[in-house]
């Protein structure tokens, strides 16, 4: 299957294949995701909860009272981006990064804005 493939599986825009396939070390990091969680089979009662959860969920957002930084991608077909902007909503103080055109595998085709978004996040709030 290749490189290619396997960030293909993962990640279903070519532009956004192409950002971890440029770079030796994201493709790797992607590669030892996809075979992390191989076979699928061994995890369908996971991803069969994962979709219960995501068609009602209950983040019990009003608890959270620590600094929050989201990060979500506008093409994320996993996790709807909406639920960012209730949670941005939802939580006092909290901090929305949006990443234009990133779908869910965006730590690893846009993995400098995650984590300049993460860092400068970190130093506003002297977190170390």
């Known amino acids: 299957m290749g490189p290619e493939g396997l960030v ?6 070519p532009e ?3 950002l971890v396939l440029e770079d030796a070390d994201k493709t790797a990091r992607s590669e030892s995701l996809i075979w992390s969680i191989w076979p699928i089979s ?18 019990s957002s009003e608890t959270i009272t620590v600094p929050t930084l989201i990060i979500h991608g ?3 077909a996993n996790v709807p981006y909406e639920q960012s902007e209730l949670l941005a909503e939802q939580i006092s103080g909290s901090v929305l990064h949006t990443i ?7 730590p690893f085709s846009h993995a400098e ?8 996040f970190l130093n506003v709030h002297n977190i170390k």
């Not at 991803?47 to 983040?59: A, C, G, I, R, S």
């Not at 804005?113 to 400068?120: G, L």
């Open 8 to 13: 293909s599986l993962m990640i279903p825009d």
């Open 16 to 18: 956004n294949q192409q």
């Open 42 to 59: 061994q995890r369908q009662a996971g991803q069969d909860n994962d979709l219960v959860q995501f068609e009602t969920p209950d983040l």
């Open 74 to 76: 506008t093409e994320d």
């Open 100 to 106: 234009e055109d990133a779908d869910h595998m965006m």
């Open 113 to 120: 804005e995650v984590a300049a978004a993460t860092a400068d």
